[in-house]
């Protein structure tokens, strides 16, 4: 697939608001012009937006990401641009509540209109923690002008008690180490400081290196952005570098639906697979896709995923972490494995021009024991698993480099959690009738649900289950997990039990049965119980009534399809209205 760049020199769409002498022109650039602009910059010279998520209650878009800006600006300088840093909506996954997911299509909306109201003629995403990555991209992609992401970078190796520690990973453990008794609060707490040791997303390869790696094996970041560590030089290096890269981008009119086709998409679902990457990929690069007009579905996940190994030996699923993984050459190893085996779509265009081959067929693994040999895979089939059944008419999805092999098929006793304070008052009651063969269901935490679909899908076993050393158990809920997390979960489940999907209405004691290798998630009961069952269903989750809760109530869609906005969907375009003034 090749690009061919657009002449050069032509008007670009910030000379609708710069050029001449008309009253309006002269309002706009004079306003600018109050923080010191030469009039020169104003000649018709690409304006460039470096679209900012840095903010204190976003810790892992730190402060670095000021930095950041500026590296990115001096490339804008260079390449003869004009950079202009624009402050975006932030939500972090550790502190916004609900959950920042209920605000990544606020985001994307917001990020949207931002770009398309104002002189920019491409665009920088600046961005990092779980959901800034897509709910970026997604707004770029509804406007559709020239884009490069830049990622904040991972934190560095995080180290307890001469153990490797992990962003998440380790918090997971840890409580659950807590709860059976072999570590004490005080331990917790230590540890605690020593899992976030600099700024940056988190080291795992939780959903924030996910989705960064996403960007890079889309196309739509510099080769190798994903794994630089945040406080490494080479980070400043590559957004300086994207800095000069995205002038020449607007110069070609290198356009997002140039490079994100249904071939990069396929692309980043067998990266996804290799990478052992996060479940939350899925929403996102379906929401995305969405955004692009593709027709990306559940079934390209399963089909595309299916028998790729996962060969990214890092935590959740494996030892290492992010720091490890940048020395053993990064992303673009991985992508030569997947090119070298026929696994990648060669000739797919990326933000440099060149194809996502001619980036990566050169690159060397340093280090066999982070980037694994194929027969050393930690999971042969590592793709997202899509199952389906009377359960999930929809579809749910499993990560199967997450999840116990044994537990893989398995046919157990439902013990249902209404939702999540239904979970947390039961939980750790010792008369709970639940032992380590029974299936634990979660309802009403899908998009709808929660709302906004929180990362609870990886509920803790049950104290009395932990003490006897057992670790994993299948779970299903509408939820989603942290990408950080690990265990025989089944998530996503569609339609959500919010919307009256049949997760609603299954009840204790019902046999539910998984079966990845078939793809199959069932209840066991009729056809006639089942629809029983539905026709007496009333929703029970908080209805709101104004405000941003009650937009997402009635627009959010189902996981299966991203959990976009029903009108958000599709590409806008960048037409700028009438002037006002
Ligand atoms: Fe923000 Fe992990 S919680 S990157």
Redesign the pocket.
């Known amino acids: 697939m090749s690009f061919t760049p657009a002449k050069w020199p032509r008007k670009l769409r910030s000379q609708s608001w710069f050029a001449g002498t008309s009253r309006d022109s002269i309002y706009h650039r004079g306003w600018l012009k109050n923080q010191g602009y030469p009039h020169d910059l104003f000649d018709g010279r690409p304006v460039i937006g470096i679209l900012n998520t840095w903010s204190e209650l ?3 878009n730190g402060i670095h990401m000021k930095e950041l800006a500026e590296k990115v600006k001096a490339g804008i300088w260079e390449a003869g641009g004009f950079p202009v840093e624009v402050p975006v909506f932030s939500a ?3 502190t916004f509540r609900p959950t920042a997911m209920m605000f990544r299509n606020l985001g994307a909306l917001a990020v949207e209109e931002t770009v398309r109201g104002q002189p920019m003629d491409g665009c920088v995403l600046l961005v ?3 959901k800034t990555t897509p709910s970026l991209m997604m707004g770029v992609a509804s406007v559709d002008i020239p884009a490069i992401v830049v990622t904040g970078g991972p934190m560095l190796n995080g180290h307890y008690k001469q153990q490797r520690v992990g ?2 990973t380790h918090l997971w453990k840890f409580s659950e180490a807590v709860k059976a008794g072999e570590m004490t609060q005080e331990e917790f707490v230590e540890a605690e400081a020593s899992m976030s040791r600099s700024t940056g ?2 080291n795992t390869m ?3 290196s996910t989705m960064a790696s996403m960007a890079e094996a889309l196309g739509m970041a510099l080769s190798g952005n994903a794994a630089i560590p945040a406080v490494d030089s080479r980070r400043r290096v590559i957004a300086q570098l994207s800095g000069r890269r995205i002038v020449q981008m607007v110069k070609d009119d290198m356009k997002p639906s140039n490079i994100m086709t249904k071939d990069a998409f396929e692309n980043a679902i067998r990266t996804n697979a290799a990478i052992g990457g996060s479940t939350n990929a899925v929403i996102h690069l379906l929401a995305m896709a969405g955004r692009c007009g593709i027709d990306l579905t559940l079934e390209d996940w399963d089909r595309c995923g299916r028998d790729i190994p996962t060969i990214v030996n890092l935590m959740p699923s494996g030892d290492y972490l992010m720091e490890e993984f940048f020395y053993a050459g990064g992303l673009p190893v991985v992508l030569k494995r997947l090119g070298e085996a026929g696994l990648l779509h060669n000739d797919a265009v990326t933000v440099s021009g060149e194809s996502i081959w001619d980036e990566v067929k050169d690159v060397v693994n340093h280090n066999e024991d982070v980037i694994l040999p194929a027969d050393k895979a930690l999971n042969q089939s590592g793709g997202i698993v899509v199952v389906k059944g009377n359960l999930a008419p929809k579809g749910a999805v499993l990560k199967p480099s997450a999840a116990t092999p044994a537990l893989m098929q398995h046919r157990g006793r439902a013990v249902v959690f209404e939702d999540i304070d239904d979970y947390k008052a039961k939980i750790n009651d010792p008369d709970l009738d639940i032992d380590e063969t029974c299936v634990m269901v979660l309802k009403n935490c899908g998009p709808k649900g929660y709302p906004g679909m929180a990362e609870v899908g990886n509920m803790g076993l049950p104290p009395k289950v932990l003490k006897k050393g057992i670790t994993d158990m299948v779970r299903i809920s509408d939820a989603r997990m942290s990408g ?1 997390a690990y265990g025989t979960v089944v998530l996503h489940t569609s339609p959500e039990a919010a919307a009256g999907g049949p997760l609603a209405v299954i009840r204790n004691g019902d046999m539910i049965e998984l079966d990845v290798a078939n793809r199959r998630l069932h209840v066991d009961i009729s056809d006639e119980e089942m629809t029983a069952r539905l026709a007496e269903w009333v929703p029970t989750h908080e209805q709101p009534e104004s405000g941003y809760a009650w937009l997402h109530q009635h627009h959010v869609q189902g996981a299966d399809t991203g959990a976009d906005f029903d009108f958000l969907k599709g590409c806008r375009g960048s037409a700028v209205g009438k002037d006002s003034h």
């Open positions: 976003t810790p892992c972090s996954e550790n990092g923690c779980d962003s998440g997303t988190c939780g959903t924030a950080t």
